[in-house]
């Protein structure tokens, strides 16, 4: 046989094995090439039973996503299942890497399924807007019990071997893949054991247990279509009938599969893979092999990027001034993963085992040998020159040394050492342990290695690296300060903040802006105002309302008072009539007459400027696709994934559209509403922000 699928009988056994990678993806190949041997293996008299296993990597990882919103071809994969299924000879999955989506749901076809102590299996359809589209909302529950079923199929979550066994989805764990899997077929045989096929089994529930897990998703499941037609799906299994659950899946796997959510988690799903790509560094690029960090700054943000260091068992050496800044460091950071061991989420031993990773100092003569060095003190350019100065005369000269600046130039801090290749930006984000996006900025003088293990390190902290320009906010925050801009003008014009903070929620980002801001801290944002009003154009539009909510001492939850008021205790925003006070009467020092704004000029106030800001960002090469941006926007800022993120949620409106609206703001609401050119551009040329760079 040619193509992805081959077999060889081992004996008795035909071992047929599904060659694609990268994952063994079930393409038309693999499909039509499994159908074919099953049946020749079948109609073979030398065979007594069969393997199916995946060459290189892994076992099948599922469908082929790429094949998803394109014209099928080759067999069904339901033709393929119920070949193997009511095959008369027994069949075995032989796992190892993962059997994941649809290779999971072969696997639950076969008779049996056997594994290495390292494989995982799962359906994580959710994950992707769609559901498990070939029968495995209708044979997991019948394993597992529909309660497991559930919370593993609207969780997309994996399992490991042994706890898979336990669960009753893996029948036989052994260390060696292929002859393990072969002597497992050969007892099998021997004992004469029936091709069990799970479609027999019973699936029962009480009703009650659907509505009970509707509600425990609901909040993290809150935008999402896919989930709720997961447990859809589920109910229907415990209809009785299999043929009629199965149907059902089919349903609403082709609701689920042709929704605009689908479409953009899909996007997401190959966008957080694409931004590891950087052209001019290629894939070969020599990387650094960091063994040891250092962390310069026991603050928030220093203790958090520890944390992720210690987090992926890397040795990690905070550096402060004295030691009282570094107790206090270390006892935030012995805080957190205390709450963490608190909440059954974390071993004790684990978090004793992190911590003994974390060692202190206040002498840089003990960074001398690390591998790299983040800086995450204050953000005040002139202290951050003078430690990449002082790291420039201490640290070895192959080490990367890193700034975990928010917004300042990282070709300054490059400056003010003797090694600027070596420096580069890692910006984190707020909790730094916790948010999965690192922007890694590249300096004008960053080396391809530079970037490659800035990027390297990223992922090996369990971050998502996207790298950007060294312009003023990067990208993200570039993008954000826009937003937020707008945000205060609608304040002026008519909204009020919990008018503004109900739109952007409802569009599925965690928080609105000015619920965020309170959570956060107003005074950070206040600071940087006065320390830069110098630089504000006078002919730009500025709303002084923030200003004036600080100068009254609130800034948020942490003094009880910001845009809105916190009882004791509570985090609860509630408005407040100070602050709805203060606009008004900042809207008559306008000389502005309020107006009732309506919820979808707010939304796109707010949304259009990230489009905005995006193109212009594209245009000036501060980020190399619009799907960086996209995963900047998801990963960093809560955007819903949902909606692809900011440039795919333009281009599923249509640019045209977009451009329009943004063109009747510049004339009624002012400058900052110039159309960037890009955007203009892709319009003439009938394109979208996906066509760019292409
Ligand atoms: N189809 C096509 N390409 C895939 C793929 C897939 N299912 N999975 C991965 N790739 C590509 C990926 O884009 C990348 O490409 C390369 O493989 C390595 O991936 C009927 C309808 C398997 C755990 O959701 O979770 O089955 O960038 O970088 O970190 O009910 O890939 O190299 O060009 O992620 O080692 C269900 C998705 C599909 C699994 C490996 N299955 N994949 O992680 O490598 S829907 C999934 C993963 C379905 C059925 C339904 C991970 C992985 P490139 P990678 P990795």
Same mark, same amino acid.
């Given at each position: 046989?040619?193509?992805?699928?081959?077999?060889?009988?081992?004996?008795?056994?035909?071992?047929?094995?599904?060659?694609?990678?990268?994952?063994?993806?079930?393409?038309?190949?693999?499909?039509?090439?499994?159908?074919?041997?099953?049946?020749?293996?079948?109609?073979?008299?030398?065979?007594?039973?069969?393997?199916?296993?995946?060459?290189?990597?892994?076992f099948i990882a599922g469908a082929d996503i790429r094949e998803f919103g394109k014209p099928r071809t080759g067999a069904p994969l339901l033709d393929v299942n119920n070949k193997i299924e009511f095959s008369d000879k027994p069949v075995v999955a032989a796992i190892h890497g993962t059997a994941l989506g649809g290779g999971l749901e072969v696997a639950l076809c076969c008779h049996y399924r056997y594994a290495v102590p390292s494989a995982q299996v799962g359906l994580p359809e959710v994950k992707l807007g769609l559901i498990p589209g070939a029968g495995g909302t209708q044979r997991l529950p019948r394993l597992v019990g529909v309660e497991k079923a559930l919370q593993l199929i609207t969780s997309g979550d994996f399992v490991r071997a042994g706890a898979a066994k336990e669960l009753g989805i893996v029948d036989e764990v052994g260390e060696d893949l292929v002859e393990g899997a072969i002597a497992y077929a050969e007892r099998l045989v021997a004992e004469g054991a029936s091709a069990k096929r799970i479609r027999d089994l019973p699936c029962t529930a009480d009703a009650a247990v659907f509505e009970t897990f509707r509600k425990a998703i609901a909040r993290r499941s809150r935008g999402f279509k896919a989930p709720w037609a997961c447990i859809d799906a589920v109910e229907a299994a415990t209809?009785?009938?299999?043929?009629?659950?199965?149907?059902?899946?089919?349903?609403?796997?082709?609701?689920?599969?042709?929704?605009?959510?689908?479409?953009?988690?899909?996007?997401?799903?190959?966008?957080?893979?694409?931004?590891?790509?950087?052209?001019?560094?290629?894939?070969?690029?020599?990387?650094?092999?960091?063994?040891?960090?250092?962390?310069?700054?026991?603050?928030?943000?220093?203790?958090?990027?520890?944390?992720?260091?210690?987090?992926?068992?890397?040795?990690?050496?905070?550096?402060?001034?004295?030691?009282?800044?570094?107790?206090?460091?270390?006892?935030?950071?012995?805080?957190?993963?205390?709450?963490?061991?608190?909440?059954?989420?974390?071993?004790?031993?684990?978090?004793?085992?992190?911590?003994?990773?974390?060692?202190?100092?206040?002498?840089?003569?003990?960074?001398?040998?690390?591998?790299?060095?983040?800086?995450?003190?204050?953000?005040?350019?002139?202290?951050?020159?003078?430690?990449?100065?002082?790291?420039?005369?201490?640290?070895?000269?192959?080490?990367?040394?890193?700034?975990?600046?928010?917004?300042?130039?990282?070709?300054?801090?490059?400056?003010?050492?003797?090694?600027?290749?070596?420096?580069?930006?890692?910006?984190?984000?707020?909790?730094?342990?916790?948010?999965?996006?690192?922007?890694?900025?590249?300096?004008?003088?960053?080396?391809?290695?530079?970037?490659?293990?800035?990027?390297?390190?990223?992922?090996?902290?369990?971050?998502?690296?996207?790298?950007?320009?060294?312009?003023?906010?990067?990208?993200?925050?570039?993008?954000?300060?826009?937003?937020?801009?707008? =945000?205060?003008? /609608?304040? *002026?014009?008519? $909204?009020?903040?919990?008018?503004?903070?109900? +739109? &952007? %929620?409802?569009? @599925?980002?965690?928080?609105?802006?000015?619920?965020?801001?309170?959570?956060?801290?107003?005074?950070?944002?206040?600071?940087?105002?006065?320390?830069?009003?110098?630089?504000?154009?006078?002919?730009?539009?500025?709303?002084?309302?923030?200003?004036?909510?600080?100068?009254?001492?609130?800034?948020?939850?942490?003094?009880?008072?910001?845009?809105?008021?916190?009882?004791?205790?509570?985090?609860?925003?509630?408005?407040?009539?100070?602050?709805?006070?203060?606009?008004?009467?900042?809207?008559?020092?306008?000389?502005?007459?309020?107006?009732?704004?309506?919820?979808?000029?707010?939304?796109?106030?707010?949304?259009?400027?990230?489009?905005?800001?995006? =193109?212009?960002? /594209?245009? *000036?090469?501060? $980020?190399?696709?619009?799907?960086?941006?996209? +995963? &900047? %926007?998801?990963? @960093?800022?809560?955007?819903?994934?949902?909606?692809?993120?900011?440039?795919?949620?333009?281009?599923?409106?249509?640019?045209?559209?977009?451009?329009?609206?943004?063109?009747?703001?510049?004339?009624?609401?002012?400058?900052?509403?110039?159309?960037?050119?890009?955007?203009?551009?892709?319009?003439?040329?009938?394109?979208?922000?996906?066509?760019?760079?292409?």
């Amino acid at each position: 046989m040619s193509g992805p699928i081959s077999w060889e009988k081992r004996g008795e056994i035909a071992v047929i094995t599904v060659d694609n990678p990268p994952v063994n993806a079930l393409s038309a190949g693999v499909r039509d090439g499994l159908l074919a041997a099953v049946t020749e293996a079948g109609e073979d008299a030398g065979v007594k039973a069969m393997i199916i296993l995946g060459a290189k990597r892994t076992f099948i990882a599922g469908a082929d996503i790429r094949e998803f919103g394109k014209p099928r071809t080759g067999a069904p994969l339901l033709d393929v299942n119920n070949k193997i299924e009511f095959s008369d000879k027994p069949v075995v999955a032989a796992i190892h890497g993962t059997a994941l989506g649809g290779g999971l749901e072969v696997a639950l076809c076969c008779h049996y399924r056997y594994a290495v102590p390292s494989a995982q299996v799962g359906l994580p359809e959710v994950k992707l807007g769609l559901i498990p589209g070939a029968g495995g909302t209708q044979r997991l529950p019948r394993l597992v019990g529909v309660e497991k079923a559930l919370q593993l199929i609207t969780s997309g979550d994996f399992v490991r071997a042994g706890a898979a066994k336990e669960l009753g989805i893996v029948d036989e764990v052994g260390e060696d893949l292929v002859e393990g899997a072969i002597a497992y077929a050969e007892r099998l045989v021997a004992e004469g054991a029936s091709a069990k096929r799970i479609r027999d089994l019973p699936c029962t529930a009480d009703a009650a247990v659907f509505e009970t897990f509707r509600k425990a998703i609901a909040r993290r499941s809150r935008g999402f279509k896919a989930p709720w037609a997961c447990i859809d799906a589920v109910e229907a299994a415990t209809k009785g009938n299999f043929e009629a659950g199965y149907a059902e899946e089919q349903r609403l796997f082709k609701d689920v599969h042709d929704s605009p959510e689908s479409a953009a988690q899909r996007h997401v799903f190959f966008a957080e893979r694409e931004v590891a790509k950087i052209p001019d560094v290629p894939r070969e690029t020599p990387v650094k092999d960091v063994k040891r960090a250092a962390v310069i700054g026991a603050g928030t943000m220093g203790g958090g990027i520890a944390m992720n260091f210690a987090n992926a068992g890397i040795p990690v050496v905070i550096l402060e001034l004295d030691q009282a800044a570094l107790d206090r460091g270390l006892a935030i950071v012995r805080g957190n993963y205390q709450a963490t061991v608190d909440k059954g989420r974390l071993a004790q031993a684990r978090m004793d085992e992190r911590m003994a990773l974390i060692s202190t100092t206040t002498d840089y003569a003990d960074i001398a040998d690390v591998d790299i060095v983040i800086e995450a003190v204050f953000e005040e350019m002139e202290i951050k020159k003078q430690i990449f100065a002082k790291l420039s005369e201490v640290v070895n000269r192959d080490a990367v040394l890193a700034s975990n600046t928010s917004t300042l130039d990282i070709d300054q801090m490059a400056d003010a050492t003797d090694r600027p290749g070596q420096v580069i930006g890692m910006h984190f984000f707020s909790p730094a342990n916790v948010m999965r996006l690192l922007e890694v900025v590249r300096g004008g003088a960053s080396t391809p290695k530079t970037i490659a293990t800035a990027m390297a390190v990223g992922r090996r902290l369990g971050k998502i690296s996207v790298l950007v320009g060294n312009c003023h906010g990067f990208v993200g925050n570039r993008m954000l300060h826009g937003y937020s801009r707008q =945000a205060g003008f /609608l304040l *002026e014009e008519g $909204a009020m903040p919990e008018q503004i903070d109900k +739109v &952007i %929620y409802d569009f @599925g980002l965690p928080m609105g802006p000015f619920t965020m801001g309170d959570m956060a801290g107003l005074d950070v944002g206040w600071r940087i105002r006065k320390a830069t009003a110098h630089e504000r154009s006078s002919n730009m539009r500025y709303s002084t309302i923030a200003d004036q909510i600080c100068e009254l001492g609130r800034f948020g939850q942490k003094t009880q008072a910001g845009w809105y008021r916190y009882e004791d205790g509570s985090r609860a925003p509630v408005p407040d009539p100070i602050v709805a006070e203060i606009i008004e009467k900042a809207s008559a020092e306008q000389g502005i007459e309020r107006r009732d704004v309506a919820d979808q000029e707010v939304l796109e106030r707010c949304m259009y400027q990230l489009v905005n800001i995006g =193109a212009q960002l /594209l245009d *000036e090469g501060m $980020a190399l696709r619009a799907l960086d941006i996209d +995963v &900047i %926007y998801i990963a @960093g800022y809560g955007f819903p994934a949902y909606r692809g993120g900011p440039m795919f949620w333009a281009d599923s409106i249509g640019l045209d559209k977009v451009l329009a609206t943004i063109k009747r703001f510049h004339e009624e609401v002012g400058e900052e509403w110039r159309p960037a050119p890009l955007l203009e551009r892709l319009v003439a040329e009938g394109k979208s922000f996906a066509d760019f760079g292409k």
